[in-house]
């Protein structure tokens, strides 16, 4: 029961820092493209000042539009609540737990096509194929976590890596696996190299399309949904491939090196987002395809070695 | 006994469908007769899984019940009962203008009695027969608007395709008939065959059920017999009647050959299942036809069942208990589960058809606004269909991945395993296709605006209609929270043959964990609902912005095409369409495309239309033998007599 209690303080906790950590990685990225960084609890005013304002809706929605935003912050929480922040608890399997979030996807595209304009179609339409590209990726991950590690649990995942010599080909496994997972990240959530949410560009947009005349309590859950996301995508990316504890116990000395940890992979990310550019649509397949071919070249110099 | 309930039981039905004008009243107590006849089943439900009472039925080796006859039958059953609430409402609109429902409900009747023979029958004369049956009963119900050419046309596929799958079958049985020189199955299990003999029966097997399961190049009656078929019809069809070939293939494994499998075969149905399934929903992603996408969906599923059944039989060639309990937990599971949500989509389907007068899905749109309560239920069943986690179909999926990876894992062999990883992609492939498509159909049909302005859609509901609805809702949730049922399941069709007695079943490698993920929805969603009352208080409608012009056109929208046009074309070289390459004029005047054109038309012109007219002029030559005069009959059969005779000389 204390294991039980104290787990979800750790999510609870969490979530509270998920806004800090979104005006870390907004300053990063506005340091370097030379602007001035945002105030350090920007993340909260903003969700504070949508939820004051008024929420408009397309005259030709249903009652989906009212009950989706809500489903998928739930739908958020949930993937969130099973990710081990500072220890694991559940034993989930790690496909289950990316799966969680479909029921997510199926909801902001019902919520994009039943608002009936363009330009919530097109968002719809390429989260689509961005989804559909991703999928086969994520698995062979998974495969490989299975061969190295003999898991698949997520709560067991942090094992594989969690060791402080590496022989030269568990190298290899990591940064491989670390390029994947964070182009996952990227794609998944929609960001920089797939998707600039800061033009309003019909070129740019795939997850800002789709809400593109949200507005107020609307946007704001939505906001929230997203981001829960992406920093469960994080947190889980620090729990496989960051998981030295520098033989610390105490449990909050554990939750501060876990923001710490967060708050290097979001400046990586930051960073990465700052220097590159964003590409053509029908060029993330390239990406995808590299990334596939690499993991199976690891799986047959697992399997024949 | 009880199964002489039944056929009694079956009797009176069939005098009472086949004689007599039908009227509502009559409609109604017909499919009463139906769902209490589909009820004296349920003791056959239980029989299998009793160890003292299960077994042979009337002390003869016609009919057995077992495990495996039992779990069929369960489905069999839900799916009858819930067909036939259904049907009270979707075969009022027959008794208006079409008036033979005599013969249809006759043909029915045949149809059921098919299927329940080949499930508990234990012979070889008696299935063939009835399989013929079965074939012919489903032929008729799947032309039953004959006025139109092209359902002649499309019926006659399925009339051809099941036959080649029938010669097949039969060729598929030969080696154990000349091996225990009988016709009971009983005889057969477990009987010494050579390797050659064995290759024989199996493949022969595969292509032949396989037939009826839709495999690969003999898949194409499936999407041309259910857009035309009445949906009750396709309901039972796609819902139960391609179950029959997983259970006959189950049944060779388990049952005739006592689980000695070679690996080879395994690897052969890992393969040609998941290559099926990933072109079946590939191609369902852009169909416009609501039917044609739950037949082609229907191709995906009952391959991602028979890759299990691969999974199985290579756990059991390599005696790994672990991938033989996750691919049998597998197949089962997904079985049962496409059973439930495919009968509920064709039956939803059906009643967007009949309310809409289309079945183009390009024309729907904003059905939620009119009809809100089958919008959720379809939710349910998209939801299902897509294999979203908290739903039953995707705890069988992650088993049967799981059951791949444990291949992948603990097998010997790298090339056993790279075929593995392979299959692994299409498996995630075909899983993220089938959310996209899936995703399409009830965005298109259900949100937005009509796409069609003269859509006119009736609302009025029917009880009965939406209690076939709640029914296989119900049976989802079931289902879907206790998973643990299949484990059972599996392992009584273990234990069952007691000649592998060293395999335990090992399913605590992983967790299902839907009970509590439901459990957690449930509880979340109703506090949104009250702080939703409380929170969004002042949510205000208005025209959504538009550029500047006065207002949105509803073709402006996204359409079914357009929804997936870069998926369509990032694979454009699969599809190998006409129709899909044509969009663009641009695509016209490109030389590579017009290779592209003729090479479908090829494929599907001298691929399929040449053989089928070929096996029909066949048909027309072999009946000329059949020429009513007695006399010519009596030489064919003294001519048969000397030949069997002269074979007899030449062999013994």
């Given at each position: ?16 820092a ?40 397309s ?38 737990l ?21 330009f919530?179609?097109l ?13 086969s ?25 969690n ?16 390029v ?28 800002e ?36 504890s520098?033989?610390?116990?105490n ?20 960073v ?19 990334l596939l071919?690499?993991?199976v ?9 | 006994?009880?199964l002489s ?50 077994g ?16 069929f039958l369960?489905?069999?059953g ?12 979707y075969f009022e ?12 409900y ?6 059921v ?21 079965m ?13 139109e ?11 051809v395709i ?23 199955f ?7 065959l ?13 292509i ?5 399961a839709?495999?690969?190049?003999l898949?194409?009656w ?23 070939p ?9 049952v ?7 690996l ?12 099926s399934a990933?072109l ?18 229907t ?13 199985f ?7 790994n ?17 496409h059973?439930?949500?495919k ?44 294999g979203?986690p ?17 291949i ?19 498996i ?71 000649t ?24 979340l ?16 409608k ?9 207002t949105?056109p509803?073709?402006s ?7 997936v046009?870069p ?18 004029e ?30 029909q ?6 009946r ?5 005069v ?14 069997m005779?002269?074979?007899?000389y030449?062999?013994?």
């Amino acid at each position: 029961m204390f294991l039980f209690v104290s787990y979800f303080f750790c999510i609870a906790l969490a979530l509270a820092a998920i806004p800090f950590f979104d005006t870390i990685l907004k300053s990063i990225k506005a340091i370097m493209n030379g602007r001035r960084p945002l105030r350090l609890l920007q993340g909260y005013f903003d969700l504070v000042k949508l939820s004051m304002k008024q929420t408009f809706l397309s005259e030709f929605t249903s009652f989906f539009s009212v009950i989706w935003p809500w489903i998928l912050l739930i739908n958020s929480l949930v993937f969130f609540s099973f990710i081990p922040i500072v220890f694991g608890y559940f034993d989930m399997n790690i496909l289950y737990l990316f799966c969680v979030l479909s029921l997510g996807n199926f909801f902001i595209v019902l919520y994009a096509m039943d608002n009936t304009t363009y330009f919530w179609g097109l968002g719809a339409e390429r989260e689509l194929f961005v989804l559909s590209i991703v999928e086969s990726t994520l698995v062979l991950m998974i495969v490989l976590f299975a061969m190295i590690g003999g898991h698949t649990d997520v709560a067991w995942l942090h094992m594989i890596f969690n060791k402080s010599v590496f022989s030269p080909y568990e190298i290899i496994f990591y940064t491989v696996l670390v390029v994947v997972f964070f182009y996952t990240i990227l794609a998944e959530n929609k960001r920089f190299p797939f998707d600039n949410p800061s033009t309003h560009l019909e070129l740019t947009m795939i997850h800002e399309a789709m809400l593109l005349e949200t507005e107020g309590k609307q946007l704001m859950l939505l906001e929230i949904a997203s981001k829960i996301k992406m920093y469960g995508f994080i947190s889980l990316f620090v729990w496989i491939f960051i998981p030295w504890s520098f033989g610390i116990t105490n449990f909050f000395l554990l939750f501060l090196l876990w923001i710490f940890k967060v708050m290097f992979v979001v400046a990586i990310i930051a960073v990465w987002e700052a220097v590159i550019t964003k590409i053509r649509i029908f060029k993330y397949q390239e990406i995808f395809v590299i990334l596939l071919v690499s993991q199976v070249l690891l799986m047959a110099f697992y399997i024949l070695k | 006994m009880f199964l002489s309930l039944g056929f009694v039981f079956l009797a009176i039905l069939f005098l009472y469908v086949a004689f007599g004008n039908f009227n509502t009243q009559k409609l109604q107590r017909t499919n009463a007769l139906f769902c209490m006849y589909f009820l004296t089943n349920v003791f056959l439900w239980i029989q299998g899984f009793w160890p003292g009472i299960e077994g042979y039925v009337w002390g003869m080796h016609l009919f057995h019940i077992g495990a495996i006859e039992s779990f069929f039958l369960i489905l069999f059953g839900m799916v009858g009962i819930g067909v036939s609430i259904y049907s009270n409402y979707y075969f009022e609109e027959y008794l208006h203008h079409w008036k033979n429902l005599n013969f249809y409900y006759s043909m029915i009747f045949l149809f059921v009695v098919a299927m329940q023979i080949i499930i508990v029958g234990s012979n070889a004369m008696v299935f063939l027969v009835m399989w013929e049956v079965m074939t012919l009963s489903s032929y008729f119900l799947v032309i039953h608007e004959y006025e139109e050419n092209a359902s002649l046309e499309w019926g006659n596929y399925y009339l051809v395709i099941a036959h080649v799958g029938m010669f097949f079958i039969l060729l598929g049985f030969i080696p154990f008939i000349i091996a225990s020189s009988s016709f009971d199955f009983a005889n057969w299990s477990g009987v010494m065959l050579t390797p050659e003999q064995r290759n024989i029966a199996f493949f022969a097997a595969l292509i032949g059920f396989g037939a009826k399961a839709g495999i690969w190049p003999l898949d194409i009656w499936l999407p041309k017999a259910h857009p035309i078929a009445s949906s009750n019809v396709s309901a039972l069809m796609s819902g139960f009647m391609v179950k029959l070939p997983i259970m006959m293939i189950l049944k060779f494994i388990v049952v005739f050959f006592a689980m000695q499998v070679d690996l080879v075969w395994g690897i052969t149905l890992l393969i040609a299942g998941s290559l099926s399934a990933f072109l079946g929903i590939f191609y369902a992603m852009t169909q416009n036809d609501i039917k044609r996408v739950l037949a082609f969906s229907t191709i995906e599923n009952v391959w991602f069942i028979l890759a299990n059944i691969g999974v199985f039989a290579i756990g059991l060639a390599l005696w790994n208990p672990l991938i033989v309990s996750l691919g049998l937990l597998a197949l089962l599971y997904h079985s049962a589960n496409h059973a439930f949500y495919k009968t509920l989509m064709f039956l939803i389907a059906g009643s967007i058809i009949e309310r809409t007068g289309t079945r183009s899905i390009a024309k729907m749109g904003g059905l939620v606004k009119v009809l809100p309560f089958l919008s959720i239920i379809t939710m349910f069943g998209v939801l299902t269909i897509s294999g979203v986690p908290p739903f039953a179909s995707f705890n069988s999926e992650l088993a049967g991945i799981m059951g791949m990876l444990k291949i992948i894992t603990d097998a010997d062999g790298s090339v056993l395993r790279f075929i593995t990883i392979g299959c692994v992609v299409l498996i995630a492939l075909m899983s993220v296709f089938a959310f996209v498509s899936f995703v399409r159909l009830y965005s298109i049909v259900f949100s937005g605006r009509p796409r069609d302005l003269d859509l006119k859609v009736r609302v009025e509901s029917h009880l009965s209609e939406n209690a076939s609805y709640v029914f296989f809702v119900v049976a989802i949730f079931v289902v879907s929270l206790f998973p643990g049922l299949f484990s059972h399941i599996a392992s009584t069709i273990i234990g069952g043959s007691s000649t592998v007695p060293l395999i335990q079943l090992q399913i605590g490698d992983f967790e299902f964990i839907p009970a509590y993920l439901i459990l957690v929805y449930a509880l979340l969603g109703v506090i949104v609902y009250a702080l939703s009352r409380f929170f969004l208080g002042s949510l205000t409608k208005a025209v959504p912005w538009n550029c500047g012009y006065p207002t949105i056109p509803h073709r402006s929208q996204y359409s079914s095409r357009s929804l997936v046009q870069p998926i369509r074309r990032l694979y454009e070289g699969l599809y190998m369409q006409a129709s899909d390459l044509s969009y663009n004029e641009y695509y016209k005047k490109d030389r590579n495309t017009l290779k592209f054109l003729k090479r479908k038309a090829y494929f599907t012109n001298i691929g399929y239309l040449k053989c089928i007219r070929g096996i029909q002029y066949l048909w027309d030559k072999v009946r000329s033998l059949q020429n009513g005069v007695l006399q010519y009959y009596i030489g064919y059969l003294f001519g048969t007599l000397m030949l069997m005779l002269l074979v007899l000389y030449y062999f013994l």
